[in-house]
């Protein structure tokens, strides 16, 4: 059993449990069991209001990039500073705090004073976010976003200035499988635990997600969005007026930090063994639109099934394919529903020039020799748990 430990919450542990493979975080997050929140602005329609309130959670820590500041949140400060509006920067470490709140007060008696005055109150925001660097090993980015969003006044914005790879705290991809999350079901277990951040009526700005420096491993675009869904669907559920990304330049430095944080694995490439089992995530490049079978990338899943047909071809094994899901919906259609995937993967194979009569196929649904429990005590459904529940199993036999 792995558990996350979550700050701020007396310290204790939820548990949750590990268990054998994947689902998606993509465009069509999840598996087909839960509906993908809202809240995201890829149109850049979201944008904080300039009269209101602006908090900064700032990453400043070893595993990430060296934080900037980009030029429409420098334009945030400005307007929060002029009508004299709080600015306060919170720091991501595994014991988040505030840093510094800067309360202006902007009575010059001319236009030339009144510009001086909030150009100093935002220089001290900014001269903070330049020199930070953490107090604790580890990093929690949602106890970080949590105190910024109970400590911003309705109508501001809260701008998060990291990578998104957490490794300590409620959400933490130390944890096995976190990357394979559904983002919804994450977000929904935290708000069963009434562990989301206090956003409602505020903006959100995520800079950066994603973007890694030593030791962390670099994410390539798929881990990417995996991070930035994850984080949206968080926000979204904690009832954000809107969310949006924003793109930092590539290639920066990384943070100067002297407080330890954990290295986190990445899900390894699929390799298929020549006599035994292999699993095939959902959110891998064999992973399935929600609630269909229906492959999510058809040409990404011929290229993971080269291997597999190589070898069907090249011998006399046979291969039975055993469809998975979570314990979600009836045990008749979970059942329905991944016979349906293993045909699907089926059919790639014999595309690929293997003898149909070589291919068996079985759905086991919700139960069966690779599921493992996914619901907790409450009858609540473990998000990691389910995205391991989630998957393709290959059984290779061996040539006789």
Same mark, same amino acid.
């Given at each position: ?21 994947? $689902?998606?975080?993509?465009? $069509? ?19 904080? &209001? ?10 400043? +820590? ?15 400060? %400005? ?13 991501? %470490? ?24 909030? $150009? ?29 969003? +109970? ?29 394979? &999350? ?50 949206? &669907? ?106 349906? +995937? ?9 595309? &690929? ?31 990691? $748990? ?15």
């Amino acid at each position: 059993m792995t558990s996350l430990r979550t700050r701020g919450d007396g310290g204790r542990l939820l548990h949750i449990v590990v268990a054998a493979t994947a $689902a998606t975080l993509l465009t $069509a997050c999840g598996s087909g069991d839960t509906p993908t929140p809202g809240g995201g602005a890829p149109d850049g329609s979201c944008t904080g &209001a300039a009269d209101k309130p602006v908090s900064l959670v700032v990453g400043a +820590r070893m595993g990430s990039k060296q934080p900037t500041i980009p030029g429409e949140v420098k334009t945030l400060l %400005d307007g929060a500073a002029e009508n004299q509006q709080g600015l306060q920067v919170f720091r991501v %470490d595994g014991e988040p705090s505030r840093a510094i709140k800067v309360s202006p007060v902007i009575d010059g008696k001319n236009p030339s004073q009144r510009r001086q005055q909030v $150009a100093a109150a935002v220089k001290q925001v900014t001269s903070v976010v330049t020199d930070l660097g953490p107090k604790k090993p580890e990093a929690d980015v949602l106890s970080a976003l949590s105190q910024a969003g +109970r400590l911003t006044d309705d109508g501001g914005t809260v701008v998060v200035m990291d990578s998104g790879l957490a490794t300590s705290g409620a959400v933490s991809f130390l944890t096995t499988g976190m990357f394979d &999350a559904d983002p919804g079901e994450v977000a929904e277990f935290l708000a069963s635990k009434q562990l989301l951040p206090a956003l409602r009526g505020k903006t959100v700005l995520l800079v950066g997600l994603g973007e890694t420096a030593e030791p962390q491993p670099a994410l390539d675009g798929n881990l990417k969005l995996r991070v930035t869904a994850l984080w949206e &669907a968080i926000v979204a559920k904690a009832g954000a007026t809107c969310s949006r990304v924003v793109e930092v330049a590539p290639g920066r430095d990384a943070a100067k930090a002297d407080q330890p944080v954990s290295a986190v694995a990445l899900p390894k490439p699929v390799v298929f063994e020549p006599c035994g089992t292999t699993v095939l995530a959902d959110s891998g490049a064999v992973g399935f639109r929600p609630n269909t079978a229906q492959l999510r990338d058809e040409a990404a899943a011929r290229t993971t099934l080269t291997e597999l047909s190589t070898l069907l071809t090249g011998g006399s094994q046979r291969v039975t394919l055993v469809g998975n899901t979570a314990t979600h919906g009836t045990p008749e259609a979970s059942v329905t529903l991944s016979r349906q +995937r293993a045909e699907a993967v089926k059919a790639l194979l014999v595309q &690929a020039g293997v003898a149909a009569d070589r291919i068996s196929t079985v759905g086991d649904g919700q139960t069966g020799k690779y599921h493992k429990p996914d619901l907790g005590p409450n009858g609540a459904l473990d998000p990691v $748990a389910a995205a391991q529940n989630r998957s393709v199993v290959v059984e290779l036999s061996c040539a006789r």
